[in-house]
Structure formats: structure tokens, C-alpha cells
């Protein structure tokens, strides 16, 4: 999908690997300035050396008060990708405190934190912006050993509705993308028994799981003004696994 971001700044949270990564690269190639933020420094080396100009924050978003200490100071936002996430498997009846802290504060409570951030300072310098998560088609139906994830996905649908009714009168625009599996490195984490993922597989009308690209292309797709009248709305890249 060939788009234009120039002169706009994008800030994209969990751009050390897989679709975080990817989304940072293709808005760099479309024009923006882009603020990658991970937890891994390992991985914003890598990509600073792939894409010389990216601007690499090094922080973990489960950290509220880190968080505020590094970005604080990014500038101004234009376009924002919430996409940090972990996907810690444990059955409902295990779930730890723990599990279920983490869970919430970096698919959840980041979100927040993050968001409110970038929309005050685009509600301060008068400006449009549009802001996506990365949900997952886990806010609809459920998927074993998941529980604390899958919470954390279903009340993103939520606050993704929230926020678009809040920031909308300041022409802010909120939306997420809500893939079936993506065989990123978590995706492979979660689908370790290669029988369960076959039946998976098959249960998809389309018989495939989703491409890194195909969600890159629905999350450029509803921060760009193609998308102009879209907002507290989900896109669905699930290959019709919904639809069965």
C-alpha cells in the first residue's frame, strides 16, 4: 500500500520485532519520522542500523513511571501505534498474580498511559492525529491458556470506543486491528504443538493465518486519511476465522 506520511512523526510502541518492527519500517518507507520504542535494546540497534534515522527509545512499557521519564521528551506526535504487547500462557485456573499484572500493565495500562500522552499534546498544538492498537481477534473468541491475554484484548475494544468518543471532537482518530495468528516470534510462542496449530489452520475459511504485512497494511491503512470517517472501529485480519 504506497501512502504518504511525510512530514508527520509516528511513535510505535513494540517496534523491536514482528509487527511492531514492521509497521515502524513501512512508515519510515512512506515518509514519516518514526519514534521506535521496545523494551530490547538489542533489537532498536538493529533496526537503527536497517533504517538509519529512526529515533530508538529504550523502555519497558509495564513501567509507568519509566514510561513518563522516557517519553516525555519525544516531541510531537502525529500518528501512534500501540502494539507492545506479551502473551503469557497460563491456564485460567493457574493464572498468577503475576501473569495477570504483567498482562494488564503492558497490553492495557500502556495503552492508556501512551495515549493520553500523545493526544494532549495534539488536543495542545491544535492538530488531526490518528492512533491504532494492536488488538487481536482473542477480544471476540477465546483460545486455550490464554485468559489473561485475551482480557486484556476484549477491554482494548473498549477503551478503544472510549477514547475515539472522547478525542474525536478534537479530531483525533482511534481504531484498532484485530489479526487472528501471526507467526512472529510470540505467535510461535503460543502455538508450540504443531498438531493444534493444523487444526487451528483448518478452522479458518481462508485456511491460512494472517502475514505480518497483511496487518501492516490495515494499521497504515486506518492512520492515513484513506480512513478519514473511520474511528472506535476494528478491523478484522483473520483470514474469516470470525466468519465460521
Not at 501512502?3 to 515518509?31: P, Y
Not at 513511571?65 to 491456564?91: I, K, S, W, Y
Request: include cysteine; charged fraction near 20%.
Amino acid at each position: 500500500m504506497q501512502l504518504n506520511f511525510s512530514g508527520l512523526q509516528a511513535l510505535v510502541t513494540g517496534a523491536g520485532k514482528g509487527i511492531g518492527r514492521a509497521t515502524a519500517k513501512a512508515l519510515q518507507a512512506s515518509g514519516a519520522r518514526v519514534v521506535a520504542v521496545s523494551r530490547t535494546n538489542a533489537d532498536l540497534v538493529s533496526l537503527s542500523k536497517e533504517c538509519p534515522g529512526v529515533e530508538p527509545v529504550c523502555v519497558d512499557l509495564g513501567d509507568w513511571e519509566a514510561t513518563e521519564r522516557a517519553l516525555g521528551g519525544v516531541g510531537p506526535v502525529d500518528l501512534l501505534v500501540n502494539n507492545a504487547a506479551v502473551a503469557l500462557t497460563q491456564p485460567f485456573l493457574d493464572t498468577s498474580k503475576e501473569v495477570f499484572d504483567r498482562s494488564f500493565n503492558v497490553n492495557l495500562r500502556s495503552v492508556f498511559q501512551v495515549s493520553q500522552m500523545v493526544a494532549r499534546g495534539m488536543i495542545e498544538r491544535g492538530v488531526p492525529g490518528s492512533i491504532v492498537n494492536v488488538s487481536s481477534m482473542v477480544a471476540y473468541v477465546t483460545y486455550p491458556n490464554l485468559a489473561a491475554y485475551s482480557a486484556t484484548k476484549g477491554a482494548m475494544t473498549m477503551l478503544t470506543k472510549a477514547m475515539a468518543m472522547e478525542l474525536g471532537p478534537h479530531k483525533i482518530r482511534v481504531n484498532s486491528v484485530n489479526p487472528t495468528v501471526v507467526l512472529t516470534a510470540m505467535g510461535q510462542k503460543v502455538l508450540r504443538d504443531p498438531e493444534s496449530t493444523r487444526k487451528l489452520k483448518e478452522r479458518h475459511p481462508m485456511r491460512k493465518f494472517a502475514e505480518v504485512e497483511d496487518v501492516v497494511n490495515s494499521i497504515l491503512f486506518l492512520l492515513s486519511d484513506r480512513s478519514a470517517s473511520t474511528s472506535g472501529s476494528g478491523i478484522l485480519v483473520d483470514a474469516g476465522y470470525l466468519a465460521s
